[in-house]
């Protein structure tokens, strides 16, 4: 079991996987560009087993880091403090946030390899990215429920993906292990997996207003280990990189 998580990013994925860690048993160490400062209300709700720190100290301080910024600020997670550790990568390359970064567009190299090129010597491990935030929380289930979902995993060291889907199993989902970092393309946004089969069939005819309302409120729908295996085999590589129109819940 995992004494200490750290997160290097403290948005809505952030604090959605850190409220599940704290849930299951292990303390977090939470970190933002912001400052500590800034995290007090987060830190607050989390309760004993959380504290706020800088990236260098959440890096330092976890057994597992959560790199959870967005994809133009990967190579601003500091290798040296991250070297030897496994790092949960949930980053997604949007280029209307990102701006364009010539290496992922041109299809030669993935999000996560670009990342692990960058984190040389830590282990980089792609998964816990395909799910809104809202969902991510609201889904997690014991193991051996018949609801629970399962997640794609992906990564070049296989005892480093053996360490993650345990944790997985522990926040509360199961896995599906998808291969190598090269192969993580096929749970980037616009694929088959990324978001919409853990939301369901959104409502037609509704508002902005009631569609970010129906996000928000949405149960979900439980994607098990074999449907999330068909998912993958049906992605199709295309053009890389997510658009914001495609989600519910922008704007």
Not at 45 to 63: F, I, M, Y
Not at 125 to 137: A, E, I
Request: net charge negative.
């Amino acid at each position: 079991m995992l004494r200490t998580i750290g997160f290097i990013g403290s948005g809505s994925i952030g604090g959605s996987l850190a409220r599940l860690a704290v849930a299951a048993g292990p303390n977090v160490v939470m970190s933002n560009s912001r400052g500590p400062e800034t995290l007090a209300d987060l830190v607050a709700e989390l309760g004993d087993h959380a504290r706020a720190a800088t990236p260098q100290e959440a890096a330092k301080a976890g057994d597992v880091v959560v790199a959870t910024v967005p994809m133009s600020a990967y190579d601003k997670l500091p290798a040296d403090a991250l070297a030897g550790k496994i790092v949960i990568d949930t980053m997604n390359y949007y280029p209307e946030r990102d701006g364009r970064i010539a290496e992922l567009d041109s299809g030669d190299i993935t999000s996560s390899e670009l990342l692990q090129r960058h984190l040389a010597d830590s282990r980089v491990v792609k998964t816990l990215h395909n799910m809104d935030w809202v969902r991510l929380y609201s889904r997690a289930r014991p193991a051996g429920t018949a609801d629970r979902s399962a997640l794609p995993v992906a990564g070049d060291d296989p005892a480093a993906k053996t360490e993650i889907i345990r944790l997985l199993a522990v926040l509360g989902y199961d896995a599906v292990d998808i291969g190598t970092l090269a192969d993580s393309w096929r749970c980037e946004p616009g694929t088959p997996v990324y978001v919409w089969p853990y939301l369901g069939e959104r409502p037609e005819g509704t508002t902005k207003e009631e569609t970010q309302r129906w996000f928000r409120e949405a149960p979900g729908e439980p994607v098990p280990t074999d449907r999330v295996k068909k998912l993958i085999d049906a992605a199709v590589r295309g053009p890389v990189g997510g658009t914001f129109a495609a989600l519910p819940f922008w704007g």
